[in-house]
């Protein structure tokens, strides 16, 4: 019950004070000094994206073109020459009863005429000549002892041929295929009835 006069008391002499406080500048001829007004907080800085701009363009060095020249574009190769006729390289399969030997064929065309070097199965060259007529081909080949062999046959196309080969001892039927490399020695058949039969290097022509 006591504590309730002083706050009464305390009440009526605040407001008071304050009376009495402005009187004594008004005596003093002074103006009292106006209340501060409160100021508001600096506004933050904007953030700015460090990112270029999709639309800038990128910054280049002076000279880094003459530093790396662009590549020179390649030439094209040179096409193959064109094949004349049949002539070639061709691998004769020779029919012996049950038994299959192989021999080859090198072969040069100019118009009908056929040469070249005829290769046996014991890798022993010997000059070749022939005449194509249409479809057919008949080459002639020169053997060391004087004899000859004649290959006669039927062209399908300019990649096989069918037919028979004639020796001093009889016919022989036989088919050929062509085979498209320039190198003779790399057309030689390596299975083992082929045309090595044993011997790794043919001879020189």
């Known amino acids: ?11 009526v002499l605040i407001p008071f004070a304050a009376l009495s406080l402005a009187a004594a500048f008004a005596a003093a001829g ?4 106006p ?7 600096p506004a933050p800085p904007l953030l700015t994206d460090a990112s270029p701009s999709p639309s800038a363009a990128p910054t280049q060095m002076p000279g880094v073109e003459s530093l790396f020249p662009a590549a020179p574009h390649g030439s094209p190769s040179p ?20 038994n299959t030997t192989y021999a080859h064929l090198k072969l040069k065309q100019r ?14 060259p010997s000059p070749a000549v022939g005449v194509v007529d249409g479809g057919n081909v008949r080459i002639v080949v020169s053997l060391r002892d ?15 041929m069918v037919g028979m080969m004639t020796t001093p001892t009889g016919e022989i ?12 020695f790399d057309n030689l058949n390596e299975n083992p009835t082929g045309l090595t039969n044993g011997l790794t290097t043919p001879p020189p022509l």
């Open 1 to 11: 019950m006591d504590a309730q006069p002083s706050v009464v008391v305390k009440r």
């Open 30 to 33: 002074t103006n009292m000094p």
């Open 35 to 41: 209340l501060a007004a409160a100021t508001a907080p």
């Open 79 to 98: 096409p193959p020459p064109q094949r004349v006729g049949i002539e070639g390289v061709w691998e004769l399969a020779i029919q012996q009863g049950a």
């Open 111 to 124: 118009q009908d005429a056929l040469t070249g070097t005829y290769l046996d199965p014991s890798n022993k």
């Open 146 to 160: 004087g004899s000859s062999i004649v290959f006669e046959a039927r062209l399908d196309g300019t990649t096989d």
């Open 173 to 184: 039927p036989f088919t050929g295929d062509y085979r498209p490399k320039e190198n003779f």
